[in-house]
């Protein structure tokens, strides 16, 4: 096959939640930053953001509601552009089945056009996944843009691709793979994210409940940094970007982008989506004086659970006077005392209240992350892990079940313990559904205490009122 490998097709894949959970709507920075990439370097780039332009179409089945484009629409949208390559987003294990229907779409129609996917589930389980799917020719490993750039430079050149780094992928039958190639791209190079290619008035206008914007505002997310110092047994997140890996933009890199934003897109509100920005706190201070400096009507919203830990009086009030509406902290699971090793770090509880107290002094919408769940913990601690929660004043509560997300070491844990629940399928991984069976607890204590715990929050909402 011959191809100049100029025009690339990016699709987002549709959204998975519980029939009566939350809808998320949230524009996917991870493809808006590819193909801004890709832009860059001369490439056509078209998406086709299955999840926001079938936002309304439903489709439930037992416990699982899946919206966005059908699979055979998704299909049909990327092959009229005729494009050269499909990339496909996978960043979640609830939606990798999903992601593989549109994969196996396109190519039932099209086979020779190559299909890579990448995002943390697929990073994750490259090697998985080749196996099981043929519809799949590469999957990119960790940071996208160097990969995905160097695929296209090798295909076009008839090279090897099983010599690019950051790729597993399938050449002549046989399954080839890369290693995670962490932080390879000056994040100061990144072009602002190309947001022309998305519908950001639909995302407005879907209005997400959890992490939408704060009345129908127009909004984006970004990321600030990349990383994260901490590497939880649970989390992907330096699976992703490499273990202790963490870089962060400098602030002029920054600014620039949030004028592009405000000038060329009018976004009123800036989701802030990093997973650690604590780490270094003269930099994140000097972010905030300037924000609220040269943009004061700007609005923060920071709902990716900042660190409890590390929060302090002096950069909430740096927060509240840059503009910031809504976060959310991760307590997890509450309960310093117990040895709780999957979970390496430890959140010092007395801070909490002190912590919840300023922010609500700055009228700063707090959400609290709890996590449940964990091999090693007991009904008792899990209970006692809501009774703590429910003590403290937050305006939204979200209790996590702990869930082995494939690729983690908490999956391995599991895996070899013989704590997984079996069948499972992969819509299920998002954390409201049990899927670790021990000799203390199983599925259905983690979803009764969850439930319980969700519905004694509400009634405390509702009888405060
Ligand atoms: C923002 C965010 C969200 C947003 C949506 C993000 C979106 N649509 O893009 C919201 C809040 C809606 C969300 C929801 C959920 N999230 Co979330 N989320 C994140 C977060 C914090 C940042 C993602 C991001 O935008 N990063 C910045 C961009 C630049 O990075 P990126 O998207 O990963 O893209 C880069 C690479 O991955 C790669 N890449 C990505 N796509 C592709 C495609 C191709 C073809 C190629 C080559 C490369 C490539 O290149 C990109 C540039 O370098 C990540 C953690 C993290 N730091 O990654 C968790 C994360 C992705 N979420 C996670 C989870 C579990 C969930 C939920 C299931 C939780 C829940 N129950 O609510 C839901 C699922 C929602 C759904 N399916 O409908 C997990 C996924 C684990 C897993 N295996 O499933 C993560 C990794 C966090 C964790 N705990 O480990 N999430
Ligand atoms: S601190 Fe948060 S982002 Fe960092 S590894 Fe732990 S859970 Fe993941």
New binding site residues.
């Given amino acids: 096959m011959t191809s100049s490998f100029k025009r690339v097709m990016?699709v987002v894949p549709p959204?998975?939640?519980t029939p009566e959970g939350a809808f998320?709507a949230?524009p996917?920075?991870?493809?808006a930053?590819?193909a801004a990439w890709l832009r860059q370097h001369g490439i056509e780039v078209s998406v086709v953001d299955t999840l926001i332009e079938g936002y309304d179409n439903r489709l439930i089945k037992g416990k699982s509601a899946r919206y966005g484009l059908t699979a055979s629409q998704a299909a049909d949208r990327v092959l009229d552009w005729k494009p050269d390559l499909i990339?496909?987003?996978?960043?979640?294990?609830?939606?990798a089945p999903d992601v593989m229907e549109i994969a196996k779409a396109c190519k039932s129609i099209e086979p020779r056009i190559p299909l890579?996917?990448?995002?943390?589930?697929a990073?994750?389980n490259s090697v998985p996944i080749l196996e099981k799917e043929q519809a799949v020719d590469f999957v990119?490993l960790?940071?996208?843009?160097q990969?995905?750039m160097a695929l296209i430079d090798c295909l076009r050149n008839g090279g090897n691709p099983s010599e690019i780094e950051g790729l597993t992928g399938r050449e002549n039958g046989q399954i080839f793979k890369g290693h995670l190639v962490s932080q390879n791209i000056d994040l100061n190079t990144l072009p602002p994210p190309a947001w022309d290619l998305f519908s950001i008035d639909s995302y407005v206008e879907a209005d997400s409940p959890l992490?939408g914007p704060q009345g129908k505002k127009r909004f984006l997310?970004t990321?600030w940094s990349r990383g994260c110092i901490n590497a939880c047994s649970y989390?992907?997140?330096s699976r992703?970007w490499g273990t202790g890996n963490y870089q962060k933009r400098s602030v002029a890199h920054i600014l620039d982008e949030v004028k592009t934003l405000r000038n060329s897109f009018n976004i009123e509100e800036l989701h802030v989506?990093d997973?650690c920005l604590l780490a270094d706190k003269t930099w994140l201070h000097t972010i905030l004086d300037a924000l609220a400096n040269e943009h004061p009507e700007l609005v923060l919203d920071f709902s990716?659970g900042f660190d409890i830990m590390t929060l302090d009086i002096e950069t909430i009030a740096r927060m509240a006077h840059a503009g910031t509406r809504r976060v959310s902290l991760s307590l997890e699971a509450g309960m310093p005392e117990k040895d709780l090793r999957f979970i390496h770090k430890r959140v010092p509880l007395s801070h909490a209240r002190e912590i919840i107290a300023a922010l609500h002094g700055h009228a700063i919408y707090i959400t609290g992350n709890f996590m449940m769940g964990f091999p090693g913990q007991t009904i008792d601690d899990m209970e006692a892990t809501v009774e703590y929660a429910l003590s403290l004043d937050f305006d939204k509560l979200c209790l996590f079940i702990a869930t082995p997300?494939p690729g983690s070491p908490l999956y391995a844990y599991c895996e070899r313990h013989g704590y997984l629940v079996e069948p499972h399928n992969f819509n299920d991984?998002?954390?409201?559904k049990g899927l670790i069976q021990t000799g203390e607890f199983g599925p259905k204590d983690t979803e009764r205490i969850r439930r319980d715990g969700w519905l004694r929050h509400k009634t405390k909402l509702f009888e405060a009122d």
């Fill in positions: 990016l959204g998975r939640c998320h949230v996917p920075e991870g493809v930053r590819l990339g496909i987003s996978c960043l979640f294990t609830c939606i890579v996917i990448g995002g943390a589930h990073a994750t990119a960790g940071e996208g843009e990969t995905f992490c997310p990321s989390c992907l997140t992703v989506q997973d990716n997300f991984f998002r954390f409201s």
